[in-house]
């Protein structure tokens, strides 16, 4: 569809888009995962097939409808106005995600702060101990009776993390230098620094992939491992999931930069994935703080 932009419009009038067919294939991708994943925990086995067709059809829908919307961009399109409104959709995101993990850092400080106290009836929860839960000791990492989950070992500061750490603030380097390029009109640069993000972001899953291995092969630490295994693997395999997305999102970055799509004065796309990409590396951070250090 070709699109014309007057001076009249780009200067006084919001971009109103044209009718679209992906809003309703991400409504029935949506709603094919949703029923997947349901008769997949009813142990109905054609869940283990309508799940990963859903997720199919939402990945389709996100592959045309962020084409489109990027052929619209590069056509001229879209005014300051639409641009204000970009930065303040991926603002509330961001705000959404950090909410999305206030929650599960909440459920960690609630379980070692309250519960473990409570159920081992420390100060004034005596009688809260005698009456749920006789002799159970307060320590954490706890897994709860020993005949849950079994003997467990938890996981280190050091090795495997501690690399991660590193590798994740690096990459927060190379993308911060690559959008300083970009703004220089620099492409060659941008496009090599963010060839290094993107490499340093999967290998961070890589490395997280052989850590949650030799978790479940070798140190019986698993999401049956009480609270300790469940939070743990909660918060780390959803920051992998974020960290994996946005590697894929650097990823269309960089082939759009080797196509020249960005310039200095325009590039939000590229600034929205770097602050997506800064704020994955700000939770890594808590979580190495709060999960494998303390």
Known sequence: MSVHVTAEHDKSHYYVPHGSHWPIVGSIGLFTTLVGAALWLEDVSI?????????LIIV????????TVIRESLSGAYNEQV????????????????????????????????SLPW??????????????????????????????GGAFKSMEALGVPALNTAILLTSGLTVTISHWALKAGNNRKTSL????????????????????????????LTLNSGIYGSTFFMLTGFHGLHVTIGAIMLTV????????????????????????????????????????WL
């Not at 389709?60 to 084409?67: L, T």
């Not at 100060?123 to 020993?146: I, V």
């Not at 770097?274 to 890594?284: A, L």
Request: glycine share 10%; aromatic share 26%; hydrophobic share 55%.
């Open 47 to 55: 869940g283990h097939f309508v799940m990963p067709l859903g997720m």
């Open 60 to 67: 389709f829908m996100m592959f045309g409808w962020f084409g």
């Open 83 to 114: 641009d204000r409104s970009f930065r303040w959709g991926m603002t509330w995101f961001i705000f959404s995600e950090v909410m999305f993990f206030a929650a599960f850092f909440g459920a960690l400080f609630y379980a070692r702060t309250f």
């Open 119 to 148: 159920l081992g009836g420390e100060g004034k929860f005596l009688f809260t101990n005698l009456l749920l839960w006789r002799g159970f000791e307060s320590a954490w990492p706890t897994n709860g009776p020993a005949g849950i």
């Open 193 to 220: 620094f963010l060839l290094f993000t993107v490499l340093l972001g999967f290998s961070f899953v890589c490395l997280q992939a052989m850590e949650y291995h030799h978790a479940y092969t070798v140190q019986n």
């Open 253 to 292: 970055m960089l082939g759009r930069s080797l196509k020249h799509h960005f310039t200095p004065q325009h590039h939000f796309a590229f600034e929205a994935v770097s602050w997506y990409w800064h704020f994955v590396d700000v939770v890594w951070l808590g979580l190495y703080i709060f999960v494998y």
